[in-house]
């Protein structure tokens, strides 16, 4: 389900700007979360929590959302859903210069095969730098994939101690109302009243599929399942988000592609796993 988001979003900013596009989707998606877990009887964040929501709405909602959605008005879903699955990569250049501690020989070399994954890809579009628009998307999704980066490695230190599911749900209502308060001040800002039934039903696949049904899905797996199995939807998205790309909207899929995005997923995963073996020689040190 999350693949195929980057077609409903590539299809609702045709028809809605794309800030407005995200804000909305936001706003529903939390709004449906806070009176879920109201009804439910769960409590409101405590005072002490609302920095760490604060800033993860920020970071992965209003910028990371945000921008590689803005960033789909310029370049392809399936270009979009790849660079948006490199950030573990970004981890590892953090780390580099935050981290007291000797980076794994894998996570290295999994740097490395990302980029040049990445660097294949990108053999194709190296006319297209030349077109202003293209450069502009290629950088909203990149800065798209900082900032997931860093609000994962925020997550990680601060935002433990919360209702997960609550928790998403207030940052996505705070991420929205500023995406809308943000966008309404564009002059392309549509009044709800002209958007039209294909804006409606991209945004509507969006909300209850994107937002709802494949977070609460991944939560769930991550609650259950070992996280190495978990995190296997970061290789299928691309991979559904290229391959559809193709049959739906005639993207083009092409032999640099396919490759680069293999190697590039590659990278990725020794990344993950590089980290994933490096926890478990933590955890079994402290058990000991």
Known sequence: LWGTTWLASK???????????????????????????????????????????????LLNFIFSNGLSTWGLKYISSGLGAIMGAIFPLWI???????????????????LMLGFAGV??????????????D?????????????TWAFGSLYTKKHAAQFNPYF?????MLIAGVSLLTVSSFDKN???????????????????VFGSIIAFVCYL????????????????INPVVAVLLGAFIFGEKLTLTLTIGGLVTLLGVYLVNRAFKKTADEQRVVLDN
């Open 11 to 57: 299809e609702g900013v045709k028809h809605i700007p794309s800030l407005q596009l995200a804000g909305m989707r936001q706003l529903l998606g939390g709004t449906c979360y806070m009176i879920f877990f109201l009804i439910k009887g769960s409590s409101w964040p405590k005072m002490k929590d609302l920095v760490p929501l604060l800033v993860l709405a």
């Open 92 to 110: 590892v250049i953090i780390s580099l210069f935050s981290s007291k501690d000797k980076l794994p020989a894998m996570a290295i070399l999994g």
């Open 119 to 132: 660097c294949v890809i990108f053999y194709d579009h190296l006319q297209d730098f030349f077109k202003p």
């Open 134 to 146: 293209f450069r502009f998307g290629i950088i909203l999704s990149l800065v798209a994939t900082w």
């Open 167 to 171: 928790g998403l749900g207030f940052q």
């Open 189 to 207: 800002f549509l009044p709800f009243t002209e958007i039209p039934m294909a804006g409606w039903l991209s945004l509507g696949y969006l909300v």
């Open 220 to 235: 769930y797996a991550l609650q259950n399942l070992p996280t190495e199995q978990a995190s296997i939807y970061a290789y």
